[in-house]
């Protein structure tokens, strides 16, 4: 039996949206009568193709813009096309973001940067761009999503274990500032989810730790979760409509884990 959050009508804006988490998170939204703003890179025809079938299959509004997460006036003015297209904005995923793996005497500095510009500082950005907008409403919900690594570390990934614990303590800090404003933010921090990301690590880890590629997933990627399972895109989505509904408006700070038990060890 589906749930209806009561949504309809609302606006969001998705972050890193074209493909992965964020494209579930803006499918999961529009499915609840979401108008929502996709962003990110990819094949221009194929970002279409998928903009105008979200569309037409669940009858809401669908726009994108190619926001460059590097770019801070490029962020403020994708939030403010959500304003310009709708009027209104209600719903902010900040999401956008990459991985490198490699140890930290030979990570490339260029790299550092950019990774903690799309991940951590784009987040500020967009946050900032938004929430005159969600004050002036009297409601608005910011749901980061951050990781495991935003809470615990592994070896090979300082910039975004730095990052996505930038990004949690970002979020409690929106949350004090805004808490009798009638806004939210919080944190989702899954364990792995079989994306193109986590997909796209398998040969630099097996590189960085000198083992075989078919024993990266299970020795590696899966070590730390106890039930040795990836989280599925429908448990993320399930997290983000509860705290984007009214149901979740005591919910502000939090860092709400996904994780198959991997920080509970």
Not at 205 to 228: C, H, S, W
Request: aromatic residues 6%; contains cysteine; hydrophobic residues 45%.
């Amino acid at each position: 039996m589906a749930v209806d959050y009561g949504l309809q009508g609302h606006v969001a804006v998705i972050t890193g949206s074209t493909s992965g988490i964020g494209q579930a998170m803006a499918a999961s939204l529009a499915e609840q009568g979401v108008n929502v703003v996709l962003n990110g890179f990819g094949d221009p025809a194929k970002i279409e193709a998928d903009r105008a079938a979200l569309e037409q299959r669940t009858g809401v509004k669908v726009r994108y813009h190619g926001a460059d997460m590097l770019k801070a006036d490029e962020v403020a003015d994708m939030v403010d096309f959500a304003r310009r297209e709708f009027g209104r904005l209600d719903i902010l995923v900040n999401n956008a973001g990459f991985q490198h793996v490699a140890p930290i005497d030979e990570f490339p500095v260029e790299t550092w940067n950019n990774l903690i510009g799309v991940v951590l500082t784009s987040t500020f950005l967009a946050t900032r761009a938004a929430l005159p907008i969600m004050k002036a409403q009297g409601r608005g919900r910011i749901v980061n999503i951050a990781s495991a690594h935003g809470l615990v570390a592994s070896p090979f990934k300082s910039a975004y274990v730095a990052a996505k614990h930038g990004v949690v303590g970002f979020t409690k800090v929106t949350a004090l500032e805004n808490a009798r404003l009638g806004i939210t933010a919080n944190a989702i921090c899954p364990g792995y989810v079989k994306t193109p990301l986590v997909e796209a690590q398998i040969a630099d880890q097996a590189k960085a730790r000198g083992i075989p590629e078919d024993r990266v997933m299970g020795e590696v990627i899966l070590a730390a979760q106890p039930n040795k399972q990836f989280v599925e895109y429908e448990h993320l989505a399930g997290m983000l409509l509860y705290l984007v509904s009214d149901m979740g408006a005591s919910a502000t700070g939090a860092a709400m884990v996904l994780d198959g038990g991997w920080t509970a060890t």
